[in-house]
């Protein structure tokens, strides 16, 4: 059996803009983090999106900025960052509107802003849960989080704390409102951290706003060998509840031997963690009257799916539900089946680990804010 093992924590910061229309970016909430106020606001050329500084939302941390050498490689959001000199936890207080369903993000590119070039560890968390341990590594120089997750009161923290002798940094704090009933086995189950979100060509930009909507940010994604990308240029109906980008379902990902299954395998961290997947599908090729596509999904543990075709020109969207992936190693197959006389395609896909937050956040009404805390 062919693995591809792949760690996608990648994300790539350039994307691409190109005439659509302008879209809606109410209640957005874009921070450059960092930004002086003489700055605030701005239109980031590359998104179009409005970015405003963080100074009125979090009261400690210094401005820093990246060494000129990263200007042409990162968008301007990133070009700034807030980083923390004082403190174990800070925090920033955002004004939210109580259960509704957002995506929050976040970035972090060091870029060498204090000169030492040592790369900063330090984890970040939601109130007073833990969310995720960032870990910038020489390789990639910059790193993102994003969850989906419903607050339950109206003000939301984000925390950085330190965990070690480098300080924490933030480039970027962007939320987006998001209808509640698209992503989630449904209440009582936590949020959902981003592990991927990916669509399948041989390029090397990003797909956000405007041609996501919500501003999800779609990384391409090819192997090296054994698959072949296939493209359309006609429109594909997205009108579903995902709303997944037009340009993210125009290219799709085949093998590149007819009969061999498609497949695709990662690993999960920590291990233990459950793990959500979307699939999103269309047919993108004009199929003759002898010709069929049709094939079975497997995936570890979860119940499989059984002669699926997708729709000609017409996103469809497979949820399989979470699964534990034995020894943290999870594969995804797609099997042509004996009737099809074409092989297995994806156009797109998002997987999401499941995490469980113990304590709600901090209620305002407590008129308690910590912003800088040595308790932990
Ligand atoms: C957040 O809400 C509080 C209480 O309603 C208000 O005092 C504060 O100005 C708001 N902050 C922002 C940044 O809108
Ligand atoms: C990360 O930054 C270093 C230092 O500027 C640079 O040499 C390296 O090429 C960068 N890596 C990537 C993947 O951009
Ligand atoms: C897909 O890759 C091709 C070749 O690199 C590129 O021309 C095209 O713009 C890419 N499409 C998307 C949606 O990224
Ligand atoms: C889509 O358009 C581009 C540029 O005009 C062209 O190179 C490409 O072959 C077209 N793709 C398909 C599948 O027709
Ligand atoms: C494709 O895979 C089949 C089944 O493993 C194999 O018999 C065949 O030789 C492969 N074809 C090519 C062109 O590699
Ligand atoms: C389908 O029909 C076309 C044209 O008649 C033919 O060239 C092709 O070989 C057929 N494909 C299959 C799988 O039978
Ligand atoms: C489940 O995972 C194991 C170990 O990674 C793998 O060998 C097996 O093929 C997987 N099963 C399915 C149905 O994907
Ligand atoms: C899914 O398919 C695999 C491989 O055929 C099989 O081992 C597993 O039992 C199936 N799982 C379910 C839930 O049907």
Not at 2 to 18: A, G, P, Q, R
Not at 23 to 37: A, E, M
Not at 43 to 52: C, E, K, M, N, Q
């Amino acid at each position: 059996m062919k693995s591809l093992l792949l760690t996608l924590v990648v994300i790539e910061v350039f994307c691409i803009v190109h005439l659509v229309q302008p879209q809606n970016q109410d209640g957005f909430i874009s921070l450059d983090c960092g930004l002086s106020v003489d700055e605030s606001p701005y239109i980031d050329p590359d998104s179009g999106l409005v970015f405003t500084s963080d100074s009125t939302l979090i009261q400690t941390g210094k401005s820093g900025r990246v060494d000129k050498a990263f200007d042409k490689e990162h968008i301007k959001p990133y070009l700034v960052m807030r980083y923390f000199p004082e403190g174990l936890r800070n925090c920033y207080t955002l004004n939210v509107t109580r259960d509704t369903t957002y995506f929050i993000g976040a970035m972090f590119l060091y870029g060498n802003y204090d000169g030492l070039n040592t790369y900063p560890n330090f984890d970040l968390y939601l109130g007073p849960n833990k969310w995720e341990s960032i870990d910038l590594d020489r390789e990639t120089n910059v790193t993102g989080v994003d969850m989906i997750h419903t607050p339950r009161s109206s003000s939301l923290e984000i925390c950085l704390v330190k965990t070690g002798e480098t300080l924490p940094i933030i480039s970027s704090i962007e939320i987006r409102p998001f209808r509640n009933d698209v992503y989630g086995p449904g209440p009582g189950f936590g949020s959902l951290s981003s592990n991927f979100r990916m669509f399948f060509n041989d390029s090397y930009r990003d797909i956000r706003y405007p041609h996501d909507i919500h501003d999800r940010i779609w990384a391409p994604y090819f192997p090296e060998y054994d698959w072949r990308i296939i493209n359309t240029n006609l429109s594909i109906s997205n009108t579903g509840v995902y709303d997944t980008p037009k340009l993210a379902l125009g290219t799709a990902a085949t093998p590149s031997n007819k009969s061999l299954p498609l497949e695709i395998s990662w690993y999960t961290t920590p291990p233990t963690v459950a793990v959500y997947l979307y699939l999103h599908f269309a047919e993108i090729q004009a199929l003759r009257a002898n010709e069929t596509r049709e094939f079975d999904i497997f995936f570890n543990g979860s119940s499989n799916i059984s002669a699926f075709s997708p729709p000609k020109l017409e996103q469809h969207t497979l949820t399989l539900p979470p699964v534990l992936c034995p020894g943290g190693i999870c594969t995804l197959r797609l099997v042509r089946t004996k009737k099809s006389t074409l092989p297995p395609l994806i156009n797109a896909m998002e997987g999401f680990n499941i995490i469980e937050f113990p304590s709600t956040e901090t209620n305002p009404s407590d008129g308690i804010y910590l912003t800088q805390s040595f308790i932990f």
